[in-house]
């Protein structure tokens, strides 16, 4: 029955891990609170969720409201069907040069098309922009003056873009009451012409709680301006083609034909200020909307202006992971894990059944049944049958590869009290460990995974080459003192072992480690020479190199070793001496190299991080990619000619 009790862990481990893969693709979507108003103890605003799939309604019955965790009876329906409700969109269309041909056209066509997909409650303005902003139609009701004067745009044959003048206008034009939108459109980036800052757009935008969307007419990514804008005011870019407008536009005033006019009634006891969270059914998903607004009682209807904060729009449930990368991930979780456990578990059952038979077939045995002993090898990383496959397989990786001795002496070296099958398989780890983890954080973004993934592998060799020099040095500083204790002890009538066995009780790490390892190969017939020369190797020391050529002489020729290392030991210390003096003068100069050589390579993980579109000029364009050749070119100069500045053999 033990097939029929893994199919049945099989089965129970491949649900919970898809049931949770469902969960996690179907969580909640993102909704926008918009305009919250209280009047008394009841408050009123639009819900909109701007991701919804084609010919998805928002349910009006499914509303629910709750006020700082508190629920608040509320009512719901289409803004279509409130006759008080107030909405306002405001068209902002480029019509600089660079919009000639068909670009202008397919923007004239998808404006059109976007008129014909709004509510008729909706207000709707035209803001043009070239090399200066101009109102061609405030907001108004009449669709009819605002179709013409879209048929009418023509270009502007003045060069330049003024982006911010555009958005500030289009923004000042939503006014102060109701739902209000500004949907740009523009091929460019700001080009210089705008009296407005960049500031100035965001607090015209602001003002009114205003949210900017864009849409970018162009191959790759928007322009930074453009993308800071709408960034900061919580919008959204999309990059569409001059023939993908219609659809484009067509999906921004679905997302405004989606809102829900929401009243709700403050519970008692609500404070002066807090978090308002709007929750909705929309074909089965749900969509939330939270923000952070101030609620005044009733006895104070009319604040001061801007005695409170303004409302800030806070993000639906955040996730670690991507929706679409979620289930691959917890996929590839799922079958390692299966694996991991038929590896221990599987093993297990083998050596059990391979214990049964003995002890069965022990009984026709001369000796009758006795306890049968196995044996079994322990390593670093535990004792049990899950570590000791991993290393044995590292194992064969290693020796197959060719690089066990290399990396045995460096772990050796350093101090590190593994062998390089366990390094090998703990680097590996890290590394995964570390590309997972930038996975999840950066919700499945592949930059940031292969960054992630190069520190895991990075990190290790680091940490085994800082570990090493440390090691050497602390050897090198010891080194004059341990030659004077020797040369003592051999003044007073002891052999070169004995010597040897003095500086393993009498001195300190990692003198003491190294001399123990000679002395235990010199007990095992190995020359004494041959083991001190191995210390000599593994740490890399020319100075201990001659101590031990020194002896190899005093064997063959004979001689006073006693002085003779007590000459060497004089030596080495002054050698330490200058070595710790040009260390100290060199400082300044070895820092400066450091920094200037991983500035510009730390700065600009930190921009594809955080600002991709800021390199994206460097990558785009041959200009940027001979700026980057001629960077890296210097870069790589004035770190080495830096280098061999401050490096002062000794």
Known sequence: MRWLSWALMTVLAFVVTASAAVAAAEGPLPGRLVDPRVDGTTITLAFQADKLPDGVRLDPDSVEVTVDGKPAAATAEPFANDPASSRTTVLAIDNSVSMQGDRLASAKTAALTYLDRLPPDVRVGLVTFGDAATIAVRPTADRADVRKAISELTLNTTVGTALYDGATLAAEQTGNVGGRDVLLLTDGNEFGNSLNSLEDALSAARDRSVKLNSVYIGDGQAPGDLTDLIAASKGEVVTSTPAGLDKVFSKFAE????????????????????NIVVSARADGRQVIGRAFTTFFTKDDPKPPKNSGPLPVEVGATAYLVDKNILPIVLGAFFVGTLVLLYVAFGTFSRDERKGRVRRRLSLYTLRGRGPIKQEETTTKLGANQVARSAVELAGRVVNRRGFDEGLALRLEAAGVPLRAAEWMLIHVGVAVATAVMALLVSGGAILPTILGLALGLGAPYVYLTVKRSRRTSAFLAQLPETLQLVSGSLSAGYSIPQAMDTVVREGSQPMTTEFNRA?????????IEDAMEGIAERMDSKDFSWVVLAIRIQREVGGNLAELLTTVSETLRERERLRRQVKV???????????????????????????????????????????????VTLLVVGVLWLSRAVKVEV
């Not at 997302?255 to 006019?261: K, S, Y």
């Not at 594809?608 to 990619?625: H, K």
């Open 519 to 527: 002395l235990v190969e010199a007990r095992l017939g190995v020359p």
């Open 585 to 631: 003068l060199s400082a300044e100069g070895r820092l400066s190299a450091w920094i200037l050589g991983l500035l510009p390579i730390v700065f600009t993980a930190y921009l594809l991080l955080v600002r991709p579109a800021y390199l994206q000029p460097l990558v785009g364009e041959a200009l940027g990619w001979l700026l980057v050749g001629t960077g």
């Open 255 to 274: 997302a405004i034909a989606n809102q829900l006019a929401v009243t709700a009634v403050l519970p008692a006891g609500t404070a002066a200020s807090g």
